[in-house]
Nanobody
Framework: QVQLVESGGGLVQPGGSLRLSCAAS????????MGWYRQAPGKERELVAV????????NYTDSVKGRFTVSRDNAKNTVYLQMNSLKPEDTAVYYC????????????????WGQGTQVTVSS
């Protein structure tokens, strides 16, 4: 019913930048929040950044504050993650997440996940 398509991952040197994008499509009535999680090998998935659709409130995990910026385009149902000053410890698979209200089941919302995009920070 809802698809999240991510793009923008890749290999970058330490100190470099990448921009991730995630576009949601399907039977969407509204999106309450969109965000990014990441999972490194051998570690649990963790929240990186989230932004609400109503008032653009953002929340970041401490390790990325000041380096990453999450933003969204409500008209396009798209969320972005600008990642600057990347470090090797940022290496992970990054997953897009959206809290979606469907046309057929409003006002209840559901969590949807993208397929993941690999970000590798290495020299």
């Amino acid at each position: 019913q809802v698809q999240l398509v991510e793009s923008g991952g890749g290999l970058v040197q330490p100190g470099g930048s990448l921009r991730l994008s995630c576009a949601a499509s399907g039977s969407i009535f509204s999106i309450r929040a969109m965000g990014w999680y990441r999972q490194a090998p051998g570690k649990e998935r963790e929240l990186v950044a989230v932004i609400t659709s109503s008032n653009s409130t953002t929340n970041y995990t401490d390790s990325v504050k000041g380096r990453f910026t999450v933003s969204r385009d409500n008209a396009k149902n798209t969320v972005y993650l600008q990642m600057n000053s990347l470090k090797p410890e940022d290496t992970a698979v990054y997953y897009c997440n959206a809290k979606v209200v469907l046309i057929t089941t409003r006002p209840r919302d559901y969590n949807y996940w993208g397929q993941g995009t690999q970000v590798t920070v290495s020299s």
